[in-house]
């Protein structure tokens, strides 16, 4: 659901993702353009972490699922994605699971090792997506 709007943009809240951990939107609307915030693989029930990297990779992308749904969109209105790996040597395995929730074309991507995530994740990904 679209939360607030002012001067232009819009926040987004999906009851279906995580609460934001900080001062930020699940996403913001700019136009035809939705900027989604970094998701975790946390429960949205719990808040909790699941447990491994690749039951994490699935619950990231549901709850960017549930965030680009809320505003009016769908994973294949994707057009970039961004992933954040606390170890590289994941990235085959997170590849090949994010290529389970995505049709051709795929959107662009970035992939970076970082030195920590937020709660001690294996990943978090980013997204921006088109509603034109």
């Given amino acids: 659901m679209v939360d607030t709007k002012v001067g232009g943009k819009k ?9 934001a ?3 930020y939107s699940q996403a ?5 353009t939705v900027y989604l915030s970094g998701q ?5 029930a719990s808040g909790t972490l699941v447990v491994g990297v690749e039951a994490q ?20 209105d994707f057009v970039k994605v961004t992933v954040l790996l606390a170890d590289i ?4 395995r997170v590849n090949e699971i994010m290529a389970s929730y995505f049709t051709p074309p795929y959107p662009a991507r970035a992939t970076y090792q970082v ?4 709660k001690a994740a294996a990943l978090e990904v980013e997204a921006v997506l088109f509603l034109g």
């Fill in 40 to 44: 975790l693989g946390l429960d949205p």
């Fill in 89 to 92: 040597n994941d990235f085959a």
């Fill in 115 to 118: 030195a920590a995530l937020p």
């Fill in 21 to 23: 951990l900080g001062p």
């Fill in 11 to 19: 926040a987004v809240h999906s009851a279906q993702a995580p609460a």
């Fill in 57 to 76: 990779t699935h619950q990231a992308f549901r709850n960017l699922r549930a965030v680009a749904q809320a505003a009016g969109g769908d994973l294949d």
């Fill in 28 to 32: 913001v609307v700019a136009g035809q």
